[in-house]
């Protein structure tokens, strides 16, 4: 499999004068730092895992969009990198997940916050597929965003929504799910602190994102790692917006947020991509609005068992 990695300019974290939570009590985030694209190419070397390193040039067009993302050229020695199943797993000790780590001293030591977005070829979470994954790591840094796009294995009849198309999707260097999970999972890895936690946000997460990821885990045969959080960004939102005063009540949408707070996005709604770029800006103002630390948006979160556990109470339902 191939991964190309490349600085893009246009990609760059917009932070803010006024900080979030996480710079404000916790100093993630690192002033007049420029993250890295982490763009996803992959096709099949040879039966082992051999992984290349390259710089691509590629041409992402979205519904009516001609935007080009210009990759700097030039090729990098083989690397082998080990197998994101061989990683070792973190042990769990009796009691709840999210009580212990939000108590803990050295949080912000431990956790990694990364913001990502999906799209799919529909609206059912076991019948439809991922086409299209993005993550950017709120520390940001180099290498701190990844994008890409994903081989469904099915037609994708809503183009209309997001603008990827069949053609889009079937050519060699685009990765199938089951290809693309060990991928996704060495760049968590690659974030991920030293003994430490991820935290995964995605708005409407839990109800939208998080089960597909489940369930495309499980139907790949490969396990989410226990070290994992989930945070749905909608709640927060919908609190927020809530106790602002205006006769007419803002909505709770990610693109309603991003004109209430007077964002410019970067790219078409509905790409995964230009979608993490503004969740990522909404998510700290929504902390900063609602004065939240660390350990509350820890205590927030959901461990892998809770969403499976809402999702079958959904299903008897």
């Not at 600085?7 to 007049?32: D, M, P």
């Not at 019948?127 to 290498?143: F, T």
């Not at 050519?171 to 430490?196: A, C």
């Not at 068992?305 to 809402?310: K, M």
Request: positive net charge.
């Amino acid at each position: 499999m191939c991964i190309s990695i490349s600085q893009v300019s246009r990609f760059r974290i917009n932070l803010f004068g006024g900080t979030s939570c996480c710079e404000r009590v916790h100093g993630w985030f690192k002033n007049n730092s420029t993250p890295k694209l982490l763009d996803i190419r992959a096709s099949s070397v040879n039966s082992k895992s051999r992984w290349v390193r390259r710089n691509v040039s590629t041409t992402t067009q979205g519904s009516g969009s001609k935007t080009k993302s210009s990759v700097l050229g030039g090729a990098v020695p083989v690397t082998r990198i080990v197998d994101a199943e061989s990683t070792t797993k973190i042990q769990q000790p009796f009691g709840n997940l999210q009580q212990r780590l939000a108590e803990n001293k050295d949080l912000s030591k431990l956790l990694t916050v990364i913001v990502s977005d999906l799209e799919t070829t529909g609206l059912h979470r076991v019948k439809e597929r991922i086409i299209e994954i993005a993550a950017q790591d709120l520390a940001g840094g180099e290498n701190s965003t990844f994008q890409s796009l994903i081989n469904p294995g099915v037609p994708i009849l809503n183009a209309s929504i997001h603008g990827i198309r069949n053609d889009m999707v079937c050519r060699p260097e685009v990765p199938r799910m089951e290809e693309m999970i060990p991928i996704f999972l060495r760049y968590v890895q690659s974030r991920q602190k030293p003994g430490g936690y991820v935290m995964i946000v995605a708005h409407n997460g839990k109800t939208f994102d998080f089960q597909f990821l489940i369930n495309e885990f499980n139907r790949c045969s490969y396990e989410i790692p226990h070290n994992w959080l989930f945070f749905d960004s909608l709640p927060l939102a919908r609190e927020s917006m809530k106790s602002v005063d205006a006769t007419v009540k803002p909505k709770a949408s990610l693109s309603a947020l991003g004109d209430y707070y007077s964002l410019t996005r970067d790219g078409e709604a509905h790409r995964a991509l230009s979608d993490v770029l503004l969740l990522s800006q909404v998510f700290q103002r929504l902390t900063i609005d609602l004065k939240l630390s660390l350990s509350d948006l820890v205590l927030r979160s959901y461990t892998t068992s809770d969403l499976i556990a809402a999702m079958a109470k959904n299903k008897k339902a």
